[in-house]
């Protein structure tokens, strides 16, 4: 996605920050974090600016790697829906541990919650939090297997606020508790 520092014109900030319709036919910004460009009017979140790369057009953009926002829908060039949700689904596998919500991932992904929702589910036959929370548990029970931590420090490093609500997900899940389970492990129980 090029390695060039960009400076940002003055005009060009304001008009993403004011979501300026005006400018729509000017520019295309894209942010590196996400890949994701979009017109100025977009209602999606402020990017870092930092972050943000201005393009003359949105071809331009395509071939600097960058994918249309699914929520404004540049230039009407549109992601095909299951690639979309595949490249969400690979952020959540490396960003599990992180806080996420329905509606940081729609504002991460430039997509109303409602339809992420949706297509996320008819995509991977589960909704994103249920995807979330399997990712997690995978990263935990490699972690009970592998590691000698506490549970509580595996519940917080894979991403659960609250030790309870892992350990309940986890026997709910698997039919026993964290640490039952690192027992069976250990004695070659389970599989």
């Keep these: 996605m090029g390695t ?3 400076t940002i014109r ?12 005006n400018y729509d ?27 943000v790369r201005i393009f003359k057009n ?10 249309p926002c699914k929520r404004c829908r540049p230039d009407g060039l549109k992601l095909p829906a299951e690639e979309w949700i595949g490249q969400i689904s690979s952020w959540i596998d490396t960003h599990y541990a992180e806080p996420i919500t329905l509606q940081s991932l729609a504002d991460e992904w430039h997509g109303s919650p409602y339809y992420l929702q ?12 249920e995807y979330v929370q399997k990712v997690r548990l995978k990263n935990a029970r490699y972690l009970l297997q592998s590691t000698d931590q506490m549970v509580a420090d595996i519940s917080l490093e894979v991403g659960f606020s609250s030790t309870p609500y892992f350990i309940t997900l986890f026997k709910r899940t698997t039919g026993c ?13 389970f599989s």
């Excluded at 979009?38 to 402020?46: A, D, M």
């Excluded at 949706?118 to 939090?129: D, E, H, V």
């Design 177 to 189: 508790t964290p640490s039952q389970f690192r027992k069976q492990q250990k004695a070659g129980e």
């Design 58 to 67: 949105a071809y331009v953009a395509v071939e600097e790697h960058f994918r």
């Design 10 to 21: 003055d005009e060009y900030w304001r008009a993403i920050e004011q979501c300026d319709r």
């Design 118 to 129: 949706r297509l996320f589910k008819r995509t991977t036959g589960l909704s994103p939090t």
């Design 4 to 6: 060039t520092k960009q």
């Design 25 to 51: 036919d000017t520019f295309f910004y894209g942010v590196k974090t996400t890949g994701i460009f979009c017109r100025p009017s977009c209602k999606s979140r402020i990017p870092n600016k930092g972050n």
